[in-house]
C-alpha cells in the first residue's frame, strides 16, 4: 500500500504539463480535467452521461467542451431539456436575453458556462445549444404547438386544445399541423411533440420537480436519438456533445422499459450506435459526497470503500494513493472496474470519469414544478 501511494503521488507530480500518467492499468489521475487523456477526435457524438445533482459535473462538461472546441471546432451541444425551450437557450448563451425560463433552472449553471465561453468567442465560432429531449408536462407540448402553429404558414385556424384536454386531443393537432408544407425544423419539433404526448399518455411527466411515471420509454429515447440524427445529418463533417443523464449513454439493452418498467429498452447509445454513427461515452460518477436534483438532496449512500478495481484493490486504496487527484479517468476497455453503484457498473461505456468526492450542485431553481 506504502509503494502504491508513492506510486501515484509521483506519476501525478511528475507528469508532463498537460500529460496525466496511468495510476493503474488503464486509470489515470490528474488534477486538471485537460490532462486526462480523453479522446478529442474520431468521433460523430461525444456522450456525458452525468449522475445528476453533483457539482463537479458542470465544471467537467465545460471544460471537455472547451477541450472539443479548441481541438476540433466542435460547436454543438445538445442536452437533456425540453425541446420548446430551445430558443430562449440559444438567445441566453449568445447573451441576447438576461434570463432563462425558470423551465431551464436545473440547466442554468451549465447554460451560464457556455455563455461566458460564448462572450469570448467570435459569432462564427460560437457554441450552439440543443434541447432534444421529449416536452414535459403538457402547459410544455401546449406551448410548443402554439410556437410552431405561429410559424407555419396557413395554420392559425387549427384548433390547439387546452393544456387538460393535451392527453386526449393533443395528437389530433400534431396531424393537422403537419399536413401544411413547412421546414424540416418544423417537421422534426412536431415529430417530438408526438412523442411527447404519447409519453404522456404512458404516464410519463416532469417539470423541475420529481418526474411521475416510468421515465424509460420507448417514444422519449426514439425521440432523442432521432433529434441527435438530425443534428448530425446538418452538419456532417461536424462532431457533437451530448450531455445527458446516465442510464441514456449505455450502449446495453435495459430490462425495466415501459410504462410498468417490465419491458426491453435501447438506451439512446445503443440506437446511436445501431444507425451506424460513431460514438464515444463516458459517465461521470461521484465516490462519495450528496446530491440535489429536482428539489431532494441526499446523502449518496455509498463511499469508495464500496468499490473495486479489477485487482481486488478497492477504491479507497486507489484515492488514498493519489491524494491530490480531483479527477479519475477509466478506460474500460484497458480495464474493469467495480463501482459502488452495480447498475453503472454493469453498463457498457467507453469510461467512467470520476470524482473522488461531490457536494450538490447548485439550486437555481424556485418552487420545483411537478
Not at 405561429?150 to 386526449?168: F, L, N, Y
Not at 440506437?271 to 446530491?291: D, H, K
Request: aromatic residues 8%.
Amino acid at each position: 500500500m506504502t509503494c502504491a501511494w508513492a506510486a501515484g503521488i509521483f506519476a501525478i507530480a511528475c507528469a508532463p504539463a498537460g500529460q496525466a500518467q496511468p495510476v493503474r492499468q488503464g486509470i489515470w489521475a490528474a488534477r486538471q480535467v485537460q490532462a486526462l487523456p480523453l479522446p478529442t477526435h474520431g468521433y460523430e457524438v461525444y456522450l456525458v452521461g452525468e449522475l445528476h445533482g453533483i457539482d463537479k459535473n458542470e465544471e467537467f462538461e465545460l471544460r471537455y467542451l472547451n477541450l472539443l472546441h479548441r481541438r476540433v471546432g466542435l460547436q454543438d451541444v445538445a442536452f437533456e431539456e425540453k425541446a420548446v425551450y430551445e430558443h430562449e437557450a440559444q438567445s441566453y448563451v449568445d447573451g441576447r436575453s438576461d434570463s432563462l425560463p425558470e423551465a431551464l433552472c436545473l440547466r442554468a449553471g451549465i447554460l451560464t458556462g457556455i455563455r461566458r465561453l460564448n462572450a469570448g468567442l467570435r459569432s462564427n465560432e460560437r457554441i450552439r445549444v440543443h434541447l432534444t429531449d421529449i416536452d414535459s408536462p403538457a402547459s410544455a407540448m401546449r406551448d410548443h404547438l402554439l410556437a410552431l402553429q405561429a410559424d407555419i404558414t396557413g395554420a392559425r385556424d387549427v384548433v390547439i386544445p387546452a393544456e387538460s384536454d393535451i392527453k386526449d386531443r393533443g395528437i389530433e393537432a400534431v396531424t393537422a399541423l403537419e399536413h401544411f408544407r413547412s421546414e424540416p425544423w418544423i417537421r422534426s419539433d412536431l415529430r417530438t411533440i408526438g412523442h411527447s404526448i404519447r409519453a404522456y399518455q404512458q404516464g410519463f411527466e416532469v417539470g423541475t420537480g420529481p418526474p411521475m411515471g416510468s421515465p424509460y420509454l420507448d417514444d422519449r429515447e426514439q425521440a432523442v436519438t432521432e433529434n441527435i440524427l438530425d443534428l448530425i445529418r446538418a452538419r456532417p463533417r461536424q462532431s457533437l456533445l451530448v450531455l445527458y443523464g446516465a442510464d441514456h449513454v449505455s450502449r446495453k439493452m435495459r430490462k425495466d422499459g415501459g410504462p410498468d418498467r417490465n419491458l426491453p429498452l435501447a438506451p439512446v447509445a445503443l440506437r446511436l450506435e445501431r444507425a451506424g454513427v460513431t460514438l464515444f461515452s463516458i459517465v461521470t460518477f461521484p465516490l462519495a459526497g450528496a446530491s440535489w436534483w429536482r428539489g431532494q438532496h441526499s446523502d449518496l449512500p455509498w463511499t469508495a470503500s464500496d468499490g473495486q478495481l479489477a485487482s481486488g484493490e478497492s477504491m479507497q486504496t486507489l484515492l488514498d494513493s493519489v491524494p491530490t487527484a480531483r479527477f479519475l479517468y477509466v478506460d474500460t476497455s484497458r480495464t474493469r472496474v467495480r463501482l459502488p453503484s452495480q447498475d453503472i457498473s454493469s453498463y457498457v461505456v467507453d469510461g467512467f470519469l470520476l470524482f473522488p468526492s461531490a457536494q450538490p450542485m447548485r439550486n437555481h431553481c424556485g418552487t420545483p414544478q411537478k
